[in-house]
């Protein structure tokens, strides 16, 4: 299976402040997810990285908050704009396998915001 | 729309106990089912997966076999170890869809 790198692995943020999150795979994938796990929580879908179009959001979530790259197959970033101790989680990417097939995850980034 | 149930944690279990976590989905057609383990501090990893009805998934001494008859993956160890201590979540994809977590259930082990 891919393997997934994320970065940083952690972080503790001021308030109103912004925070980047890359996510580099191996190989070439056509599909990438990027979640939210609030702490004693399950995951939540933020969106989906398109390459080469604008990633599609899910309900609760918005570009303005949550801005996403995707420049190649193998790249894609999550930016945490304007944080609040409200967004204080672990963000985690994931990659497709294609239909039918489990996604596989990164290790994650723990943020804190202060 | 579709949606996975985990039975409640946390769990606490002595070492070489039997393990059970029970898992039941709502989905129409046929989804593919997977367990998933996040270690302390880690992120999430695959540890089993069934595509199509009876299939069995095993992975590290852990089983789940898919049951269509009563839409269940329930997921089960024979003897389970300290290290086995992690959050548990069961889920679903539909083809090209999301996938679909349960709540997760925490698992402790005490020696």
């Known amino acids: 299976s891919a393997v997934i790198s994320q970065k940083p692995s952690r972080d503790i943020c001021q308030r109103g402040t912004s925070l980047t999150i890359q996510c580099q795979v191996d190989?070439?994938?056509?599909?990438m997810f990027w979640y939210r796990q609030q702490p004693g929580q399950s995951l939540t879908l933020i969106a989906t990285?398109?390459?080469?179009?604008?990633?599609?959001?899910e309900s609760g979530f918005v570009i303005d908050k949550f801005p996403i790259s995707r420049p190649n197959l193998t790249f894609s970033t999550l930016t945490v704009s304007n944080m609040s101790p409200e967004d204080s989680s672990i963000y985690l990417c994931?990659?497709?396998?294609?239909?039918?097939?489990?996604?596989?995850f990164g290790d994650g980034t723990r943020l804190s915001i202060l | 729309g579709d949606s996975v149930t985990q039975m409640e944690g946390p769990v606490t279990l002595s070492e070489e106990a039997f393990l059970t976590i029970n898992c039941t989905y709502t989905?129409?057609?046929?989804?593919?089912l997977f367990w998933y383990v996040q270690y302390p501090g880690e992120g999430l990893q695959l540890l089993l997966k069934?595509?199509?009805?009876?299939d069995k998934g095993s992975n590290k001494g852990f089983e789940a076999t898919y049951r269509k008859e009563t839409t269940s993956f329930h997921l089960e160890k024979g003897s389970v170890q300290v290290s086995d201590s992690a959050v548990y979540f069961c889920?679903?994809?539909?083809?090209?869809?999301?996938?679909?977590f349960g709540q997760g259930t925490r698992l402790t082990i005490n020696p």
């Open positions: 994931s990659v497709g396998q294609g239909a039918n097939q489990p996604q596989h």
């Open positions: 190989s070439q994938v056509t599909m």
């Open positions: 990285a398109n390459q080469g179009s604008e990633a599609t959001y």
């Open positions: 989905a129409t057609g046929y989804p593919s």
């Open positions: 069934a595509t199509k009805a009876d």
């Open positions: 889920a679903l994809i539909k083809g090209a869809q999301k996938l679909v």
